[in-house]
Nanobody, 124 residues
């Protein structure tokens, strides 16, 4: 079992920045590819960004490319999502997820463990 706990969400004005963190419970964190997903009210949960076990490969949804950066620190069992130039449409609950494989995917059903989510609200 892997427990994931997100933090760092909050209220921010459009154009601002936030940094989300996701701490994992297991020392074998480096065995898992990690992903960030988000879900807005009335919408499906969607892929935002993913990172391979080693951190050497990263992937982004087109909607966040150039604005968001995913990274990980395996020594701290933590994955991050730096979000810059935030837009109103980035408002959602953000979830981190772990997949027991080398690389991430965009499909939510490929992930084995999920955090409880953290709310990000972007205001005008």
């Amino acid at each position: 079992q892997v427990q994931l706990v997100e933090s760092g969400g909050g209220l921010v004005q459009a154009g601002g920045s936030l940094r989300l963190s996701c701490a994992a419970s297991r020392r074998t964190f480096s065995n898992y590819a990690m992903g960030w997903f988000r879900q807005a009210p009335g919408k499906e949960r969607e892929f935002v960004a993913g990172i391979s076990r080693s951190g050497g490969n990263t992937y982004y949804a087109d909607s966040v490319k150039g604005r968001f950066t995913i990274s990980r620190d395996n020594a701290k069992n933590t994955v991050y999502l730096q979000m810059n130039s935030l837009k109103l449409e980035d408002t959602a609950v953000y979830y981190c997820a772990a997949r027991s494989d080398y690389g991430p995917t965009m499909r939510r059903y490929d992930y084995d463990y999920w955090g409880q989510g953290t709310q990000v609200t972007v205001s005008s």
